[in-house]
């Protein structure tokens, strides 16, 4: 069955707009987390959705956004960019909420 | 607060040689503790969980509560054993995976 797919790949943003990055998890999975990816800081919890409900929040501004949908795709929304936000952006879906979760290949996000 | 340390941010052995990816915790609860693996050009996919005390492509780790560790041990490195790897630890009552830093592993012919 297919994976986790994120779409885009890749995006190039300018400082101040705002970006949406979509997540589809494996055919019945419920849960969908999202993590942001850089150099410096690691892997760093963002969110976690399940039945479109979201559970926890990591330590990241409310600029930062999610929601899912009634069929488990996840979006999130980051707003009003700053460059610090450049960073490969990693969904993984699972089951249920829990850490053994496939991940997809990432949205790699540039702000310019 | 849930944190995790990696020491080492790079690792390098020959093949054929033991390797240990050193992996230390704090979190005041009962950890679950895992390790996942990166391949190069590939997603980021679990290896194994403390729980289950598997053996994954002949990694092992235990964990020690004594010394806050969990650490990933391999007899006999292979050269396709070269990936990043990273430990992480879930807390169950907040639901979320604290990662650590990663250590990126280099097996030499």
């Known amino acids: 069955k297919a994976g986790v797919t994120q779409t885009p790949r890749y995006l190039i943003k300018t400082r101040g707009q705002q970006v949406t990055l979509s997540c589809s998890p494996i055919?019945?999975?419920?849960?969908v987390s999202w993590y942001q990816q850089t150099p410096g800081q690691g892997l760093q919890f963002l969110f976690e959705y399940f039945s479109e409900t979201q559970r926890n929040k990591g330590n990241f501004p409310g600029r930062f956004s999610g929601r899912q949908f009634s069929n488990s795709r996840s979006e999130m929304n980051v707003s009003t960019l700053e460059l610090g936000d450049s960073a490969l952006y990693l969904c993984?879906?699972?089951?249920?909420?829990?850490?053994?979760?496939?991940f997809g290949q990432g949205t790699r996000l540039t702000v310019v | 607060a849930q944190r995790v340390t990696q020491p080492e941010k790079l690792l390098s052995v020959f093949k054929g040689a033991p390797v240990e990816l050193k992996c230390n915790y704090s979190?005041?609860?009962?950890?679950?503790l895992f390790w996942y693996v990166q391949y190069s050009r590939q997603r980021l996919q679990l290896l194994l969980r403390?729980?289950s005390r598997e053996s994954i492509k002949g990694f092992t780790a235990d964990l020690n509560k004594g010394e806050t560790s969990f650490h990933l041990k391999k007899p006999f490195a292979q050269e396709e054993d070269s990936a990043m790897y990273y430990c992480a630890l879930y807390n169950t009552n907040a639901g979320k995976s604290t990662f650590g830093d990663g250590t990126t592993l280099t097996v030499k012919p």
């Open positions: 979190y005041s609860g009962s950890p679950e």
């Open positions: 993984a879906s699972s089951l249920v909420p829990g850490p053994e979760a496939f």
């Open positions: 403390h729980i």
């Open positions: 055919s019945g999975h419920r849960s």
